[in-house]
């Protein structure tokens, strides 16, 4: 079993800054990706931000410049540092994992139960 537990969501002001973590834990072999994703109040899912094993990442265009996503591989642990938020960044934010649990096996997603990021005045 795989556990992905996020920390680190709060109600801030427009223009500033939080840092999510997110932690996984369980049987796990090795982790492919890791990432962050949101769910809006609209109800839409967006990709926020993922990395690789080997440190490449990916951004959703409006968090380009703004957000930074990083891991520690030996505490299977990533990161989301947030600045200049903007209240449309208000959303629930779940953490992903592409996590294999044993070696040579395809890698299975996984997902955490979120942690809410509200952005107002």
């Known amino acids: 079993q795989v556990q992905l537990v996020e920390s680190g969501g709060d109600l801030v002001q427009p223009g500033g800054s939080l840092r999510l973590s997110c932690v996984a834990s369980?049987?796990?072999?090795?982790?492919?990706?890791m990432g962050w994703y949101r769910r809006t109040p609209g109800g839409q899912r967006e990709l926020v931000a993922i990395?690789?094993?080997?440190?490449?990442?990916k951004y959703e265009d409006s968090v380009k410049g703004r957000f930074t996503v990083s891991r520690d591989n030996a505490k299977n642990t990533v990161y989301l540092q947030m600045n200049s938020l903007r209240p449309e960044d208000t959303a629930l934010y779940s953490c992903?994992?592409?996590?294999?649990?044993?070696?040579?096996?395809?890698?299975?997603?996984?997902w955490g139960q979120g942690t809410q990021v509200t952005v107002s005045a």
């Open positions: 369980g049987k796990i072999s090795s982790i492919a990706a």
């Open positions: 990395i690789t094993s080997t440190g490449l990442t």
């Open positions: 992903y994992g592409s996590i294999r649990m044993r070696a040579f096996t395809p890698a299975a997603d996984y």
